[in-house]
């Protein structure tokens, strides 16, 4: 369903923005005394890297098990931090909210690290360099970002103070896109993307409608596809020609976006009870029939997918795009969201309520798991 008929597309603008900054501290997490060791059942190489199997990501850095559920997650291309949320009090050191809080497990060093002291409004994302955290935070009844280098502890606060910014972050954190919706009778919300380098934001589109988007952002800041959500479209923007492209999903088809790959090439959607891989350099689609697309790898040559409403069977599946060849992430009941799968489709990142996934799960409550496929 086209949106041009009524869409008033911006030209660039370029616009210098001061960032505030203030202090807030990565603690390194405690344990839980008296709880079950939570032991991954994926083993190591010689050289210590995991191998296939399982393993618990929502513990401490001793190995321990949250006692509340946990979720949110999602993984760098390397495969080696996964960031999450949890409303447990034992993860970290400094939890002063009542609500979740949001946590880097480090595989390599066996460190859960928690990012600042405040509840994350939206599920927080995490750079493709492993060293940035982003997540808006309620501040005033307003919506205020917050981009974490997990290097210094120190968050960069880029002002959004609208009712509503849902954000997607760039590789190094370098590049930012967000949406601004302001309360009613504001009838409409911009769309941007700042660079913290050189301090100048992008005016993207201006939607004439106050429907939730849906924004993904490649690594270097270049690609935007992002999803209008009253008229069911999504749209492509390119910085060397600054004007967005689409639908790209055609002007008949109503589409929900996924999400787009690092490198821009390919953007995910769904329509109907269909998936499709939409090719940037093409414009062609690559049909994925009857499953619910959940992420594609930072490579685009990996979906993955959950089944439709499956009675028996995997609940999450990862596809190759190029042989078409199905591995099984998850018999039991699981789900993920985007950026939930390492480069090449090696790791994904999932939560499930399940007790028998990995041993010692005492908790009874959802935790973050990682599949490490080869």
Not at 64 to 71: E, M, P
Not at 301 to 313: K, R, W
């Amino acid at each position: 369903m086209s949106a041009n008929a009524k869409r008033s597309t911006t030209r660039q603008r370029r616009i210098r923005v001061a960032l505030s900054a203030v202090v807030a501290a990565c603690a390194i997490t405690a344990g839980l005394p008296g709880a079950a060791s939570a032991a991954p059942t994926a083993g190591t190489d010689g050289a210590g890297e995991r191998v296939a199997g399982v393993e618990r990501i929502s513990v401490t850095s001793d190995g321990l098990q949250a006692n509340t559920d946990s979720g949110d997650a999602s993984i760098t291309p390397d495969g080696r931090r996964v960031v999450f949320t949890s409303s447990t009090r034992y993860l970290g050191t400094n939890a002063a909210t009542t609500g979740d809080t949001v946590y880097v497990r480090d595989r390599q060093t066996g460190r859960t690290t928690q990012v600042g002291d405040e509840t994350p409004v939206q599920a927080p994302t995490i750079g493709a360099d492993g060293d940035h955290v982003a997540f808006p935070i309620l501040r005033m009844r307003n919506e205020h970002m917050r981009i974490h280098d997990l290097r210094t502890g120190w968050p960069a606060s880029p002002l959004c103070p609208a009712a509503y910014c849902r954000m997607s972050l760039g590789a190094s954190g370098q590049h930012l896109a967000y949406d601004v919706q302001f309360r009613r009778p504001e009838p409409n919300q911009r769309i941007e993307v700042i660079n913290y380098d050189t301090a100048i934001k992008y005016v993207i589109d201006v939607i004439h409608n106050t429907e939730p988007t849906l924004l993904s952002l490649s690594d270097d800041g270049r690609f935007l596809a992002y999803q209008d959500g009253g008229a069911q479209d999504i749209f492509l923007w390119d910085r060397n020609d600054g004007t967005p492209q689409g639908p790209i999903e055609g002007p008949a088809k109503a589409a929900e976006l996924v999400q787009i790959s690092n490198d821009g090439r390919k953007v995910v959607y769904r329509s109907g009870a269909d998936t499709y891989v939409h090719d940037t350099t093409t414009g062609t689609a690559q049909l994925v029939a009857n499953v619910r697309g959940v992420a594609i790898d930072p490579t685009g040559n990996h979906l993955l997918y959950a089944p439709h409403a499956p009675a028996t069977g995997p609940s999450l599946v990862l596809r190759d795009l190029r042989t078409g060849t199905d591995e099984t992430i998850s018999d039991q009941p699981a789900t993920a969201g985007i950026d939930a799968v390492s480069a090449d489709g090696r790791h994904v990142v999932f939560q499930s309520a399940a007790t028998d996934i990995v041993p010692g799960d005492t908790n009874g409550k959802q935790d973050v798991f990682l599949r490490t496929l080869r």
